[in-house]
């Protein structure tokens, strides 16, 4: 991968579709929903699930199914999301590839790195396939949403094309912020 871009220096990043879903404006990726679901929390009685009055939070890039409905707990509820709340201690990574092989060796690599399988998850569709990070790891991220895309770029001064990586942070009242303000600097 070569270049990083931060969309946040480009003005007409503003989102203004009615659906509220980024599309970049370099590489025309629209990027799917996000959706924030709540699970009820279940334990084994007598070799039974039983719903124990709790609820867990996942995101996930689509709407949960009929199918993941358990008989005698609350049916799971979703909510298309932008963007997170202010109290929220987590941010989200959603990355496009074109490559569906890209996509699941990033995926492996991310068990690799203990990132829990709940955490990851993925969407398919005509652009490619999205992976959905959730993520704890760097607390001056929190409460953003990160969207990143990749696409070729030619450069006059190389005289060549380069793979350039596309990337858009979002904060918890919507708006683009620059990465080198959320990110960790590691003085290498």
């Known amino acids: 991968m070569g270049r990083i871009i931060d969309m946040a220096s480009f003005e007409h990043l503003r989102r203004t579709n009615a659906d509220d879903r980024y599309t970049c404006p370099k590489t025309k990726v629209t990027f799917p929903h996000i959706f924030k679901v709540l699970v009820p929390d279940g334990d084994l009685v007598d070799d039974v699930p039983v719903f124990i009055g709790t609820y867990s ?4 890039l689509k ?11 609350p049916p799971l509820t979703a909510t298309k ?9 987590i941010y989200l990574d ?23 399988p709940e955490h990851v998850r993925s969407f398919k ?20 949403i990160i969207y990143r895309s990749s696409n070729k770029q030619y450069f006059e001064a190389l005289g060549c094309e380069m793979e350039c990586e596309y990337v858009a942070a979002f904060n918890h009242i919507g708006d683009v912020v620059p990465m080198d303000s959320i990110e960790d600097e590691c003085g290498f």
């Not at 959603?94 to 203990?114: S, W």
């Not at 005509?126 to 953003?144: A, M």
């Open 63 to 73: 709407e949960p199914s009929s199918l993941e409905q358990l008989p005698g707990f």
């Open 81 to 89: 999301i932008s963007t997170l709340d202010a109290v929220d201690e």
């Open 57 to 60: 939070t996942e995101y996930r």
């Open 125 to 144: 569709d005509d652009q490619g396939v999205f992976l959905l990070l959730r993520r704890e790891d760097v607390p001056k991220k929190n409460r953003h």
């Open 94 to 116: 959603v990355i496009h590839f074109t490559n569906k092989d890209r996509a699941l060796g990033f995926r492996q690599a991310c068990g690799h790195l203990g990132i829990e």
